[in-house]
Structures are given as structure tokens and as C-alpha cells.
């Protein structure tokens, strides 16, 4: 299986790296990382939501669940757009396989693009979380 293709920039890519301004901006070792960060997190919301129901807690405040799953959903989608909210914002990436590979973006049309897609992963994922927390808190459990 192939890697997934994405639409050519037209912001000039960083020599060398894989570096696509708001596009990609990490490899492999850190989208593990996030894939692994996405399973915890909603391996939280889950367990945080076992607990609060076992406890017969309020159903409102079965919204805690939030907190992890949009965490989650953020961390899977940074793995899956190969983009991590975090770096974009920081303008910087990681090709490498540790933490010592990140390199400086420096252009400031790239850092604003990566800024952009870093916030359509918050929104996005937020979006995914709160639809299935609102179900669990509506659901009379």
C-alpha cells in the first residue's frame, strides 16, 4: 500500500525533509506517536465514562468525557492528516526518528498555513468528539 498523496502546495517545500506547509509536518516515528496518544486518550473518555455512570454521577457531567475524547480525535487525526496541531503552531517539523530531527520554519506564508491547518484539526476533531459525548450524556445509562 501506498503513501497517501496530497495536493501539491504552492508554498515551496523545505529542501530535503518532506516539509509541506500546512500539508505535512511529520514522519513516521511521530505519527506512531500519535496514533499511540489517540488510543489512550480514548481508552480514557471510555473508562472516565465507565466510572461516572457505575458512580451513577449527574448526567451532565458525563461532558468530562469531552476532555479526553476530543483529545483523542485531535491525536488520530494529526496521525492520520500527518500534521500535528502542536508543531503547526510552533512552526516547526519532525522527519526524524527521535525528538532531536525537528527543524525551524522560518517563512512566514508557511507558518501561516500551518497555523490554519492546525486549527482545522482542533476544530474538526472537535467536532467528532462532541457528537458521540452528547449521545452518552442525553442516553438515560
Not at 21 to 34: D, H, L, Q, S, V
Not at 101 to 119: K, L, V
Request: net charge positive; proline share 6%.
Amino acid at each position: 500500500m501506498s503513501a497517501p498523496s496530497y495536493p501539491e502546495s504552492p508554498i515551496a517545500m523545505v529542501p530535503g525533509d518532506g516539509y509541506r506547509a500546512g500539508a505535512c509536518n511529520i514522519g513516521p516515528w511521530e505519527i506512531r506517536r500519535r496514533r499511540a496518544s489517540a488510543v489512550l486518550a480514548l481508552g480514557a473518555a471510555v473508562a472516565l465514562l465507565v466510572l461516572l455512570v457505575s458512580m451513577d454521577a449527574p448526567a451532565w457531567t458525563r461532558l468530562l468525557v469531552l476532555l479526553p475524547a476530543w483529545g483523542g480525535a485531535v491525536s488520530w487525526l494529526q496521525a492520520r492528516r500527518r500534521f500535528c496541531v502542536a508543531f503547526g503552531m510552533a512552526g516547526i517539523a519532525n522527519f526524524a526518528d527521535d525528538d532531536r530531527g525537528r527543524i525551524q520554519i522560518d517563512a512566514a506564508a508557511q507558518r501561516e498555513a500551518d497555523r490554519r491547518a492546525a486549527a482545522a484539526i482542533l476544530r474538526d476533531g472537535f467536532l467528532l468528539a462532541i457528537v458521540p459525548v452528547l449521545i452518552v450524556v442525553l442516553l438515560p445509562l
